[in-house]
């Protein structure tokens, strides 16, 4: 004696958030029954585990039939298969493009491509996310960026217009689909100490400050589309950046510099005798970083050269991130009164960025 | 040529991928009325075409208006081969075929493929030039108004009330024809629905015509249903009450006093306990009678001869040209039947009890599919049943009538039943709109007794009515309808279920037909003694809606009673339930009936203070007071194999009153008593009925969720007792209810109504079980009834302001003393270009004018092509507040869905039509779409979304008196496929907020409410 069939379907279609996230996270039927039946719901309607499964089927069935909608979350606006309320679709939306962000960690920067994900048993099985999760959050991944891709205009605003998505996930999604395009290297060791959110802070810094979008639609329309957008970094001021090697190059310069700074800073830190040794040392990094990112290796490995060539040397001294933020303050400003250095608008622009970055990967 | 249908194809959106190369569609349309077709551009690679088409002119007779639905088929063009067929609209025109109902159709439609469901929507503009036509011996109906509402619709007056029409039309049904076999399983499909939707057409053309003959101008009630009768055709039948209305004027509006009544006005009625029911087979020579609670089987002459009398009866009739006035007082004289449910004051004076026919029939081919006499006689004769049961209550009028079918292979069962009523005989005179003055007080008036009391029909136990203390009043009282608003009722009312399986072996022809109709009297006396026990045990007295089910599969019959307990004020308490052992020697017999006895005791104890049932205490000392002691005790019968002579003489009565005796002899009485005793309770904070209204709950909050639900049980165990079968079958119902209860926690508190239980045996071995309701909030605390009317002449303060946030145009419908509804003025807002993420149907507050004019706005319809920019033409003053959220993207008008014919907290402020749908669904890759269940979600899902849409189209925002007919499974999950048809039906309307009510939460969605409850569960 079995149920044939069982189905309920509303009007308004009925959706648990409870079961949606139990789905999200990829239980099947009938652990999703069981997280439920532990959470107490049974009590409160004196359901018995019967109902509690029939009513799981009808929802898993229901986010089934919606999750085609919501590959092109604008469909679900105005499709007619369901009629749910307007705050309703947002949140299935929002929480469908929701990642964790222990399993973005992992494929930040890589190719989303098939390769990756025959890999995600293996990610899955790292980071605890089930297999059918990941699937989704890849998938998720793959399609936004293949929608923005090839748009013109800002990045964060494309996503956020065409997945409906908030701003704070518009943003995390900027920076994936940024990672993914530019392929910088996020899993080196040396990288692991750094969080998602770390990384999505440095992208929205480069999206904003290094891409030709960053700098406003440019006049000569005769430029081919791909330079409006803001997914590749700005090719002419990569070239730019090569002016730069005169700071270390020129060793006037590198000394005038390095005694702006050191007169600026004495004093005002324990550190001062770390930083008056290094300063060369770390001088020359962040130049050398700079001068190279005209190849697309040396873009790649962007911030593990951030963390090799300034991060390190500097924790291993202890400073402090109060003196981090005062070394790199008066490094950037000292260089405007070089009076033989002619390249301050591009050193603002590179050094904002690299600032803020550091800023942010720099943990105590 | 009376009649120019214009149609036009304005774009395609969300289309499937027609062209695995491109990843997209050349897709065109083809629009086609009769025998003329008309195509459009090819519009290439597109999967979202914008075809803004010229308009398609057809040229027609309004006879064909009223049969052909439009067609609108999308294909993708293909140069090298056939054009495929992407999907299909079929769109029925009749609602712009009446001057007072939609005036254009236009808006989205889901474009419906039989096999692969909807494929993307299509944007469709239709209007109709209807030229007038005179000629007097005309075949079309044009005009006259139809509902499924079985009462007297809002925003309405009838002015007379003329009686039943019928009709039926007959067709061989396309799955069987020779054809089928070569078609394809698409072409099946469409031609079936095509067909169908062809002959509700006609069959509604033809109503229309009974109801001009008759003087009137509209079908309230209007049930119509089909018959699938396999082999032997295809039978659409449909009943209705005709009447004449009168669209009421804003300023009397008795309409507009309260949100909570479904109808301001009207009695409902109801009466006693026994049901007079019958049974009869053609071709074999029993008849029965049955009356219950005691048996009575009365002989009467052969099932066939009734049918040939009265079908050349009704030939004749209808073939005698008398004057119309003539004509109306014979088909009333004919069969005085009703189809509404409830009704204008003063119009239902008495209620005797429920009247019930059933009749088994061998099908057989039908012939000649102009003459349906056979089907015409066999329904001829069972109301003539029905007609004659009404007699013997002392009535001459059936209310609440409803006819049914239920067919296994070539076996029929018809059934049809009603409340036998005597009705206020000055309705149904022309000219007789006022109401006069009441013999009895409305709110027991119709409790009272109409038959003789020294001739009663059946054993009924009459005391004088506890109200008025004239009249004399049955004990119990079962009714098909609603019951009357004004009816004095205690405490709440709640759904009270008989379920009964019994098994019968396979057979074939008459064998079959005469075990069948030899089981019906059975199962109809077990049916009632079920509800009687149970209502007793709720400690109620009366049912209203009462709706008795009896399927028929090959080797069982399934029965299902539904209706809604409530207690009448003016009929006395109910006794107890005793319970007697036939042995009363054995000492733990004794105990155990002891411990029975108590948990019924304390069962009734919980459900009284549950249903907060405590009537005041019987007054006998009352001056005067005529009461005579009762002597009531009614037996029980355990089962139908006892006869009426084992009367237990015992006396068990407890305290004043009599009380119910349940014998226990043998183990089948204990069980029936338990299953008595596990229905499960209600939970908290959730009430349920099958009727309109809930009796005892008023305050309706805008909390409203319709739904459909099925489920299909398989018997496993081939060696089945009737025992286990009805513990499967009630467990099945049971725990529907209780998904429910489950599912919609979040509304509580909240009310099921209307809950509308179906059975069917698909095939050996399967139950099929499909609900369909509406979850209602009310507002718990608020136990007084707002009945105050608030007139509309309370402005929303703050209207300049208001204004400026009119962002989108209105309608402005200005019902001013005039009785037409067309829109008057129209009023654009101002403004600024729609803001993507408006909200399609936000609701309202209007305020009011200074004339006294109620104005209501229309639904705002957010469709471009409907947009107008300009300033408020009007010297009226309008306030208007926009309620709205803010979505992220929304173009798609909220459209809610009931059963019942109301809104809570809106009015309706006009009906568009009444919306009748039938669709296939057939598939052949029944895994791949998540089984049984995925198809049948789909489907259902599909149907909800193309009803509304419809409904959009017509510029409307609801349904209402919606239901779903028939909804029929086939599978075969061996060969991996699935055929489904689905029919539904309800009233398109226009509603809006009633004023002054809770301004806050809005309108717009239905789901709003429920949804965010949900949020809270979570």
């Known amino acids: 004696m079995t149920m044939e069939l069982d189905v309920f379907v509303g009007n308004t279609t009925i959706m648990d958030e409870e079961v949606y996230q139990l789905w999200l996270d990829g239980y099947t039927v009938n652990d999703a029954v069981k997280v439920r039946m532990d959470g107490g719901v049974m009590e409160e309607c004196e359901a018995s585990a019967d109902v509690l499964l029939s009513d799981t089927m009808d929802q898993y069935r229901t986010f089934q039939m919606c999750e085609r909608l919501l590959h092109s979350p604008s469909k679900l606006g105005n499709q007619l298969l369901f009629q749910i309320p307007p705050h309703r679709q947002a949140m299935l939306i929002e929480r469908y493009y929701t990642f964790d962000d222990a399993f973005v960690r992992e494929v930040l920067g890589k190719k989303l491509s098939k390769g990756t994900k025959k890999d995600l048993d293996d990610i899955g099985a790292k980071t605890g996310v089930t297999l059918k999760s990941c699937r989704r959050q890849f998938d998720n991944f793959k399609r936004v960026f293949k929608v923005v891709e090839e748009l013109k205009g800002p990045l964060v605003e494309n996503i956020r217009h065409h997945f409906l998505l908030s701003d704070k996930l518009a943003r995390d999604y900027a920076a994936i689909v940024f990672f993914a395009n530019n392929r910088f290297e996020t899993g080196k060791r040396k990288l692991q100490y750094l969080t998602f959110q770390d990384f999505a802070f440095c992208a929205g810094q480069l999206i904003s400050n290094w891409t030709v979008g960053a700098v406003g639609e440019p006049a000569d329309h005769q430029r081919s589309f791909r330079f409006y957008m803001d997914v590749d970094l700005d090719k002419e001021f990569l070239q730019e950046l090569k002016e730069l090697k005169v700071l270390i190059t020129d060793k006037d310069l590198l000394d005038q510099h390095k005694s702006l700074v050191c007169t600026a800073l004495r004093g005002k830190t324990k550190a001062f005798n770390e930083m008056e040794t290094n300063f060369k040392n770390l001088s020359r990094g962040l130049v050398n970083i700079a001068a190279k990112l005209t190849n697309t290796k040396d873009v790649r490995d962007f911030f593990i050269d951030l963390v090799e060539k300034f991060i390190e040397p500097c924790r291993s001294d202890r400073w402090t991130a109060a003196d981090i933020r005062l070394y790199l303050t008066h490094y950037n400003n000292s260089a405007h009164i070089l009076d033989t250095f002619k390249h301050q608008v591009v050193w603002d622009r590179y050094m904002g960025v690299v600032k803020s970055c550091i800023f942010k990967m720099y943990h105590d | ?613 405590n009537p005041p205490e019987l007054t006998e000392e009352v001056v005067g007071s005529p009461i005579p002691e009762p002597r009531q005790r009614s037996r029980l019968f355990r089962s139908h194999s006892e006869s009426s002579d084992e009367v237990s003489e015992l006396d068990l009565s407890h305290g004043k009153k009599d009380a119910f005796v349940l014998e226990i002899d043998d183990t089948d009485a204990v069980e029936d008593i338990h299953s008595l005793l596990t229905d499960a309770p209600t939970p908290t904070g959730f009430y349920s009925c099958n009727t309109e209204i809930m009796p005892g709950i008023n305050n309706w909050t805008s909390g409203v969720q319709m739904f459909t639900s099925v489920r299909v049980f398989r018997l496993s165990n081939a060696n089945l007792t009737n025992q286990g079968l009805n513990k499967i079958f009630t467990d099945l119902c049971e725990n529907l209810l209780k998904s429910f209860y489950f599912k919609l926690r979040s509304m509580i508190p909240c009310c099921l109504c209307q809950l509308n239980f179906t059975v069917a045996v698909p095939e050996e071995e399967l139950i099929q079980v499909t609900v369909t309701a509406v979850a209602m909030t009310f507002d718990k605390d608020q136990t007084q009834e707002k009945t105050a009317d608030k007139p509309p002449t309370k402005g929303l303060s703050g209207g300049s302001e208001t204004e400026e946030q009119l962002q989108f145009p209105l309608e402005l419908c200005a019902d001013s003393s005039s009785a037409n509804c067309q829109p008057t003025s129209k009023i654009s807002g101002s403004l600024k270009q729609l803001p993507p993420d408006l909200l399609p149907s936000a609701s309202v507050d209007y305020g009011s004018f200074a004339d006294r004019c109620s104005t209501w706005l229309e639904l705002l319809r957010l469709k471009a092509h409907t947009m107008r920019r300009g300033s408020v033409k009007t010297s009226r003053r309008t306030h208007a507040r926009i309620h709205s959220h803010t979505p992220p993207c929304i173009s798609v008008t909220v459209v809610k869905m009931t059963p019942l014919s109301f809104l809570p907290g809106t009015r309706i402020i006009k009906y568009l039509g009444i919306i009748n749908m039938f669709f296939i669904r057939e598939t052949t890759s029944l895994r791949e779409e998540g089984g049984v269940s995925g198809f049948l979600h789909t489907f259902i899902a599909e149907v909800f979304s193309m009803v509304r849409a419809h409904v959009a189209a017509l510029g409307g925002n609801a349904v209402v008196s919606y239901s779903m007919k028939e909804c029929m499974l086939m599978e075969n999950p061996n060969k991996n496929q699935a055929q489904c048809l689905i029919n539904v039906s309800g009233d398109a309307v226009i509603c809006v907020r009633e004023t002054d009510q809770e301004p806050t939460p809005s309108t717009t969605n239905i789901g709003h409410t429920s949804a965010s409850a949900t949020d809270e569960a979570t």
């Not at chain 2, 030229?131 to 079985?150: A, E, H, I, M, Y």
């Open chain 2, 1 to 613: 040529m009376p009649g120019k249908l214009k149609a036009k194809i304005v774009a395609g959106r969300h289309l499937p991928v027609m062209d695995r190369a491109s990843d997209l569609t050349d897709a065109f349309v083809e629009v086609k009325f009769g025998n003329t077709t008309f195509k459009t551009d090819v519009c290439h690679k597109s999967l979202n075409p914008q075809w803004n088409s010229e308009w398609f002119k057809f040229e027609v007779d309004d006879e064909d208006l009223q049969d052909e639905p439009l067609q609108v088929t999308v294909l993708d063009h293909d140069t090298y081969s056939a054009n495929d067929a992407i999907g299909k609209v079929y769109i029925d025109i009749d609602p712009l075929l009446c001057s007072e109902a939609a005036s254009v159709i236009s808006g989205w439609f889901p474009i419906y493929d039989t096999i692969h469901g909807i494929r993307g929507e299509i944007n469709v503009l239709v209007k109709v030039e209807l030229f007038n036509d005179l000629n007097r011996f005309r075949q079309s109906s044009c005009g006259v108004k139809f509902f499924c509402t079985t009462s007297i619709p809002r925003c309405y007056r009838a002015v007379m009330v003329h009686g039943f029409v019928e009709e039926l039309v007959v067709n061989e049904d396309p799955e069987y024809q020779w054809i089928d076999r070569i078609r394809t399983p698409r072409a099946s499909n469409e031609a079936r629905q095509r067909l169908i939707s062809l002959m509700s057409g006609e069959l509604q053309r033809k109503i229309g015509l009974k109801v001009l003959e008759m003087g009137g101008n509209a079908v309230v009630g209007y049930l119509q249903c089909f018959d699938l009768e396999g082999e032997s055709g295809l039978v659409v039948r449909a009943i209705g009450t005709a009447c004449t209305l009168d669209k009421l004027s804003s300023g009397s509006a008795p309409n507009t006093n309260t949100h909570m009544s479904p109808l301001a006005h009207g009695c409902r009625s109801t009466h006693n306990s026994p049901v007079h029911s019958a049974c009869s087979s053609q071709r074999l020579s029993q008849n029965f009678s049955v009356s219950v609670p005691t048996l009575i089987f009365t002989g009467m002459g052969s099932g066939g001869s009734v049918g040939k009398e009265a079908g050349p009866l009704k030939t004749l009739l209808r073939q005698q040209t008398q004057t119309a006035l003539e004509q109306r007082v014979q088909r009333l004289n004919e069969f005085p039947f009703f189809t509404l449910t409830s009704f204008p004051p003063g119009f239902l004076v008495h209620v005797g009890g429920v009247v019930s026919a059933r009749s088994v029939k061998l099908l057989d081919r039908i012939h000649n599919p102009d003459e349906p006499e056979t089907r015409d006689a066999w329904w001829e004769e069972i109301r003539q049943e029905i007609k004659s049961h009404a007699k013997a209550l002392g009535c001459h009028a059936v209310v609440g009538y409803s006819e049914s079918t239920s067919i296994c292979e070539e076996v029929c069962i018809l059934s049809a039943s009603g409340t036998a009523a005597i009705l206020n005989p000055r309705y149904m005179r022309e000219g007789s709109n006022c109401l006069f003055e009441e013999p009895s007080p409305p709110s027991c008036g119709f409790c009272h007794i109409p038959y003789d009391e020294l001739n009663m029909p059946f054993p009924a136990q009459l005391t004088y009515c506890y109200l008025c203390r004239r009249q004399k009043v049955p004990d119990v009282l079962f009714t098909t309808i609603d019951l009357p608003p004004e009816a004095a009722v205690t405490g709440k009312g709640c759904l009270i279920q008989a379920r009964l399986c019994r098994l019968k072996k396979k057979a074939q022809g008459e064998v079959n037909a005469t075990a069948i109709s030899n089981l019906l009297p059975f199962m109809e006396y077990e049916l009632h003694t079920q509800l009687m026990n149970k209502l007793k045990l709720r400690s109620m007295n009366s049912l209203f809606g009462l709706h008795i089910q009896i399927s028929v599969g090959e080797n069982m019959l399934l029965g299902l009673a539904s209706a809604t307990g409530v207690y009448l004020t003016a009929l006395p308490a109910p006794g107890g339930i005793q319970i007697a052992g036939k042995t009363p020697g054995e000492l733990s017999n004794e105990h155990h009936i002891l411990t029975i006895q108590k948990r019924i005791n304390d069962t009734i104890a919980k459900n009284k203070e549950l249903y907060q049932i």
